[in-house]
């Protein structure tokens, strides 16, 4: 048992005996390895460039877009703003104008009635006078009517 537990530990351990010698590499090889890496790096940067320009070229026409949108409302804002303005012109001188000939006809029955009653006078208005000449005749017409009445 014991030989076998030593024949087994030489048997793992030869592998780690084997080892591989890398070959040797020249300047010459790295230099033009590097050389390889560095092209395929311009390359890759070439194509990112690319890939930024059309992607900046993608994004200036898909901003000019939403400027152009951006215009069209700014104008459509400033359109119907003016049509308020306007709608509330059109109000006021519709009212204007549809108040001016019963201002007219107000004035006209205002002075038709302080001409016809005569308020300003001195001794009153005529409505006032004829009020106290109805009320001196109904005193006489009493008067009158019940000396009828005491004679029957």
Same mark, same amino acid.
């Given at each position: ?16 005996? =084997? ?14 390895? *590097?050389? &390889?890496? @560095? =092209?395929?790096?311009? =390359? *890759?940067? &070439? ?63 205002? &002075?038709?009635?302080?001409?016809? *009653?005569? *308020? ?5 208005? @005529? ?8 009320? &001196?005749?109904? @005193? ?8 009828? =009445?005491?004679?029957?």
């Amino acid at each position: 048992m014991k030989s076998f537990i030593f024949f087994m530990s030489i048997m793992l351990a030869l592998p780690a005996f =084997a080892v591989d010698v890398a070959p040797r590499i020249s300047d010459r090889e790295i230099i033009e390895s *590097l050389a &390889e890496l @560095k =092209a395929g790096q311009k =390359a *890759l940067e &070439e194509k990112m460039d690319l890939r930024f320009t059309a992607m900046q070229e993608q994004m200036d026409r898909r901003f000019e877009a939403v400027d152009r949108r951006l215009d069209f409302v700014q104008q459509l804002m400033l359109v119907t703003i003016a049509g308020i303005f306007g709608l509330i012109g059109f109000i006021i001188w519709d009212r204007y104008s549809t108040l001016r000939p019963m201002d007219m006809r107000l004035r006209r029955l205002e &002075e038709n009635l302080e001409h016809d *009653l005569e *308020l300003q006078s001195p001794e009153g208005s @005529k409505l006032t006078r004829m009020i106290h000449a109805l009320r &001196e005749l109904a @005193k006489v017409h009493w008067i009158a009517t019940a000396w009828r =009445a005491s004679r029957r």
